[in-house]
């Protein structure tokens, strides 16, 4: 009998994999805790990624999504551009000529989910994975359990299948954001050419405000804050359900951007304080992390993809392109052992794919802890142009 093979969780790793093992005709069953998501939820605007050729858009293309993708409305650019918290201009680049617009999450997963009619079992919250006999069982909230010979962990962050392979848990970055949004930018004429058509960025006092232009011609933006502690927000009494006076403590308080320039500041005020349709929600969380080289001892019949294997901060853009490209390894070697063997063999095959991801994966944790740090120390600004001018002659900047 073929191994049974679960995957637990539906975002960009567990839907790259389910896409791939549907598409090569290897049974599996997927769960994910959410309710299906409707397409007024995928619609709203969602933070951008930027998907890289050697990963995300490599197993985009093994999907079988590349023209799909390709016909996405482009509404994010690969133009950069950076400011100092004095809202000065000190970099800009149109993308190098790249051919690669960032893709809002939410149409991400739309396209994913469209390569796998109706096949996720959705509001399944997985409690427990636990070995016996040889296989494993998953226990579900309100849910009957049910027994496989592979499960994979694809549950991002705090994953539940984690604890079957490592008690090494997720740590705090230092870092906690707030994640904020601005349908129909254009009506704010000064703010629309401050973004731009890409990406901003504005740091300093290690803070930083990070923009990417999203669906609904909106800016999607980030306020990424260090912090001493995870419950740093609460602490400050901030609460995203109460938006005006979330506004005012970011825009007077020093700890936050009372001394930012006025533009940055406007948009602050903007997202908290003018009525939107539609409204977004306000995120606030701390970023977690694990440290580079963190691995496990392979386990036989479990293994993890994605932020499940190895969380990051988002500072090198890899979470996302990382989580694909396990998954694009994984089933790979899932597949040919089915088709060549009929299932024999998977541990290895899976064994082969964990010793591979670590090895990878260790140096862009490494690439983006060192990001962190230049983004958050105090000469920010001056650090990350020169990083940028490293990479290829820039535009000069237009101000
Ligand atoms: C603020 C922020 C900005 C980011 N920006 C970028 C970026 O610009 N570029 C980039 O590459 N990456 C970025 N990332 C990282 C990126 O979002 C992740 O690396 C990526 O989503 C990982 O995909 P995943 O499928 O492994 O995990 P997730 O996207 O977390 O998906 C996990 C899935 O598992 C489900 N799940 C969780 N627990 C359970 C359970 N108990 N039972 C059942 N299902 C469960 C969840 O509902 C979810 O659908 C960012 C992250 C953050 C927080």
């Not at 809002?104 to 079992?121: A, E």
């Amino acid at each position: 009998m073929p191994p049974k093979i679960a995957i637990l969780g539906a975002g960009p790793a567990g839907l790259t994999i389910a896409s791939l093992l549907h598409k090569n005709n290897v049974p599996f069953t997927i769960y994910d805790l959410r309710t299906a998501p409707s397409s007024d939820l995928l619609s709203l605007p969602s933070g951008s990624l930027d998907l890289h050729e050697e990963s995300g858009l490599l197993a985009l293309e093994a999907c079988g999504l590349t023209s799909a993708y390709q016909k996405l409305p482009g509404v994010c650019t690969e133009e950069t551009l950076i400011t100092g918290k004095d809202g000065i201009l000190k970099y800009q680049d149109d993308g190098h000529g790249g051919t690669r617009p960032e893709v809002p999450r939410n149409d991400l997963l739309h396209l994913l989910l469209s390569s796998l009619p109706s096949l996720v079992n959705w509001e399944h919250k997985l409690l427990s994975c636990t070995a016996s006999d040889g296989k494993w069982t998953v226990t579900f909230q309100g849910r009957d359990p049910a027994t496989f010979d592979l499960v994979i962990g694809a549950d991002g962050a705090w994953s539940r299948v984690r604890s079957a392979v490592t008690d090494v848990h997720p740590h705090f970055s230092g870092i906690s954001y707030i994640g904020m949004t601005i349908p129909h930018l254009p009506r704010y004429p000064d703010l629309n050419r401050l973004v731009g058509t890409g990406s901003f960025w504005a740091l300093g006092s290690n803070k930083a405000i990070m923009t990417h232009r999203g669906s609904l011609d909106s800016v999607h933006f980030y306020l990424m804050i260090q912090s001493a502690s995870t419950a740093y927000f609460e602490e400050k009494n901030l609460d995203p359900r109460d938006r005006q006076a979330l506004g005012q403590q970011l825009l007077t308080k020093p700890e936050f951007f009372a001394d930012w320039a006025p533009i940055l500041k406007e948009m602050i005020r903007v997202a908290c304080e003018d009525n939107h349709d539609p409204v977004c929600d306000v995120e606030m969380k701390p970023l977690y992390m694990f440290n580079p080289g963190q691995r496990w001892d392979h386990v036989q019949g479990v293994t993890l993809v994605g932020d499940a294997a190895h969380l990051m901060t988002p500072f090198a853009g890899e979470g996302v392109n990382l989580a694909m490209l396990d998954s694009l390894e994984l089933a790979n070697n899932i597949i040919t052992t089915y088709k060549d063997k009929g299932g024999e063999g998977m541990d290895d095959a899976v064994k082969a794919y964990e010793e591979k991801m670590f090895s990878r994966t260790e140096k862009k944790m490494k690439k983006t802890l060192r990001n962190q740090k230049i983004l958050f120390a105090d000469d920010a600004v001056e650090a990350i142009v020169r990083m940028f001018n490293s990479f290829g002659q820039p535009a000069p900047p237009a101000n």
